[in-house]
């Protein structure tokens, strides 16, 4: 077990049962308004700068872990911090389409061209960082690198689940409508993504749009 999965373990089947026990029952597939279905992704998809922070747990379908997440997005720059309250423990991974750096670890950093495959090979994890970017505010990631994306859309001509390049993305919950409107977007707010043995379930508690690392 590394020791990433080793601090972050003990926290992890807390964070599941509460995400199972929250997660809305699921209604069948309602009709879509496709134009504001596509305005409303266009909205999401134009926020580039970001920054969210919540909960996260990952599983590779033996080890799993979870702890608290704090991610930044600038464009395709990212600063991604997770830690874990109980151990005091945490690791940071930043970087961009070019490359990453893995601080925090057993070793040292690690630096890699491949971000998810320095992952794996790190921790074991299977975790889409560079298309979880567009996945965590309900978008498709860039076809030309992963394919296209098949949308079903929920209540408010919003996605209830998204499937590309192998994985399934389902967003049990979503922002509240606001009762006036805002420049932001309403964005998920639980977003669980499977492949195979893999699972990536983040909970969001704020949200906060046009925010560099």
């Known amino acids: 077990m590394s020791r990433i999965t080793a601090f972050l373990a003990p926290a992890f089947a807390a964070l599941l049962l509460a995400g199972c026990v929250s997660q809305p029952a699921r209604g069948p597939q309602v009709p879509v308004d496709e134009a504001q279905a596509r305005a409303q992704e266009q909205r999401r998809a134009a926020m580039s700068d970001w920054s969210l922070s919540g909960r996260l747990a990952v599983s590779n379908g ?77 978008v498709g990631a860039d076809a030309d690198r992963y394919g296209p994306a098949q949308v079903v859309y929920g209540p408010g001509n919003r996605p209830l689940s998204l499937a590309q390049a192998g994985w399934t993305i389902d967003y049990a919950q979503w922002q509240s409508e606001p009762a006036e409107p805002v420049a932001a977007p309403v964005l998920p707010i639980r977003v669980t993504a499977v492949r195979g043995g893999a699972k990536v379930r983040l909970i969001v508690d704020q949200w906060t749009p046009d925010s560099a690392p």
């Open 62 to 138: 033996k080890q799993g872990g979870s702890g608290r997440i704090d991610w930044q997005q600038a464009g395709e720059r990212y600063t991604i911090s997770l830690s874990a309250p109980v151990t005091r423990q945490s690791w940071r991974l930043s970087g961009d389409d070019a490359g990453a750096r893995l601080e925090g670890i057993e070793g040292g950093p690690r630096e890699g061209d491949d971000v998810e495959a320095m992952l794996r090979e790190a921790t074991g994890w299977d975790i889409p960082v560079r298309a979880l970017a567009d996945w965590v505010r309900g």
